[in-house]
């Protein structure tokens, strides 16, 4: 009996999921594959872990037991892998980092610049997503590091990084697009906004934005696109709710894009610092939290002349 790291990363997925379609989707696998190495994992055991409906996947007795143990098993994995790098002096040269797209694009590439008299030692690999799904990742061991929105993933610490304010642009014979003074959010009552899709914790404020203003979340656009809700709103398809990051990024990259400020409480779409509890080396993520922070000031200073916040 040899049960695997995988494996026990498998069972405690499914476990969590409580299904093997949303586990395998979380570890980026195909179904079958997840499915069968579930039952390697029960023959080499010699017990089945789950009871199988057509509706639901449930811990047998015996795979409760046993998922608590998983867990600390995985734990310990990770902080033996971490350990192991401090040791050979290879303290997190090369990280894995989860990011939001806008960050991704309109973030990182500043950012690593900065690491590099900062922090010289260290490379950043980057993957982009919503944040429930890199969280989910950052969980189980996928990534080192998450930038992302509000997400209630257990076993993840966080820290603040910016509030990023929220922008729109629509057809410039659109009235709204005349002035380039903060907007107050009522002047948006009865117009078609467009979003992301729900995975996204942005278009989750938007949808309540939305709500209070008296406007509808268009339903010409469901996806993972800034440019595509951006493209459809400068061609008359409606209003697009953008953070700052983008959406100031790409105002300046073509001058011919409008964008105002939402001039709201609620428009502000929050960004965070995520790393695993176990982690042995938090001091190292509150530094690149500080980091982080500073290059933003820094971009968010250099556009002041520029834009109204």
Same mark, same amino acid.
């Given at each position: 009996?040899?049960?695997?790291?995988?494996?026990? $990363?498998?069972?405690?997925?499914?476990?969590? %999921?409580?299904?093997? !379609?949303?586990?395998? &989707?979380?570890?980026?696998?195909?179904?079958?594959?997840?499915?069968?190495?579930?039952?390697?994992? #029960?023959?080499?055991?010699?017990?089945?872990?789950?009871?199988?409906?057509?509706?639901?996947?449930?811990?047998?007795?015996?795979?409760?037991?046993?998922?608590?143990?998983?867990? &600390?098993?995985? =734990?310990?994995?990770?902080? *033996?892998?971490?350990?192991?790098?401090?040791? %050979?002096?290879?303290?997190?040269?090369?990280? $894995?980092? !989860?990011?939001?797209?806008?960050?991704? %694009? @309109?973030?990182?590439?500043?950012?690593?610049?900065?690491?590099?008299?900062?922090?010289?030692?260290?490379? /950043?690999?980057?993957?982009?997503?919503?944040?429930?799904?890199?969280?989910?990742?950052?969980?189980?061991?996928?990534?080192?590091?998450?930038i992302a929105s509000a997400s209630d993933a257990a076993g993840l610490e966080r820290l603040p990084l910016f509030d990023e304010t929220l922008w729109f642009c629509s057809h410039p014979d659109d009235p709204l697009m005349?002035? =380039?003074?903060?907007?107050?959010?009522?002047?948006?009552?009865?117009? $078609?906004?467009?979003?992301?899709?729900?995975?996204?914790?942005?278009?989750?404020?938007?949808?309540?934005?939305?709500?209070?203003?008296?406007?509808? +979340?268009?339903?010409?656009?469901?996806?993972?696109?800034?440019?595509?809700?951006?493209?459809?709103?400068?061609?008359?398809?409606? /209003? %697009?709710?953008?953070?700052?990051?983008?959406?100031?990024?790409?105002? +300046?990259? =073509?001058?011919?894009?409008?964008?105002?400020?939402?001039?709201?409480?609620?428009?502000?779409?929050?960004?965070?610092? @995520?790393?695993?509890?176990? #982690?042995?080396?938090?001091? *190292?993520? &509150?530094?690149?939290?500080?980091?982080? /922070?500073?290059?933003?000031?820094?971009?968010?200073?250099?556009?002041?002349?520029?834009? $109204? *916040?």
């Open positions: 009996m040899r049960p695997t790291l995988r494996q026990l $990363q498998y069972f405690v997925a499914v476990a969590e %999921a409580g299904a093997f !379609g949303p586990a395998a &989707k979380t570890l980026h696998v195909t179904q079958p594959s997840l499915s069968k190495q579930i039952a390697v994992l #029960e023959a080499e055991l010699g017990l089945a872990l789950f009871q199988r409906t057509s509706r639901r996947v449930a811990l047998t007795r015996e795979g409760d037991s046993l998922l608590d143990a998983a867990r &600390k098993t995985l =734990d310990a994995a990770r902080t *033996f892998r971490a350990e192991a790098k401090l040791l %050979a002096g290879d303290a997190r040269v090369r990280l $894995q980092a !989860g990011v939001l797209p806008s960050v991704g %694009a @309109y973030f990182m590439p500043s950012f690593r610049e900065r690491l590099q008299t900062r922090l010289p030692d260290v490379r /950043i690999s980057l993957t982009e997503g919503p944040s429930t799904e890199l969280t989910s990742r950052l969980n189980s061991g996928d990534l080192d590091f998450v005349a002035s =380039d003074a903060p907007c107050p959010l009522s002047e948006l009552c009865g117009r $078609q906004i467009l979003t992301l899709s729900f995975d996204f914790h942005l278009a989750r404020i938007v949808r309540d934005l939305a709500a209070k203003a008296g406007a509808t +979340i268009s339903p010409e656009y469901s996806g993972a696109s800034l440019d595509a809700i951006r493209q459809l709103a400068v061609s008359g398809d409606g /209003i %697009a709710i953008l953070p700052s990051l983008y959406a100031l990024g790409e105002a +300046i990259r =073509d001058p011919s894009l409008r964008v105002r400020r939402i001039d709201d409480p609620a428009a502000i779409h929050p960004v965070y610092l @995520y790393w695993r509890s176990s #982690e042995p080396n938090t001091s *190292f993520y &509150k530094r690149l939290a500080e980091e982080m /922070i500073a290059e933003k000031t820094n971009i968010r200073m250099s556009r002041i002349p520029r834009f $109204q *916040f």
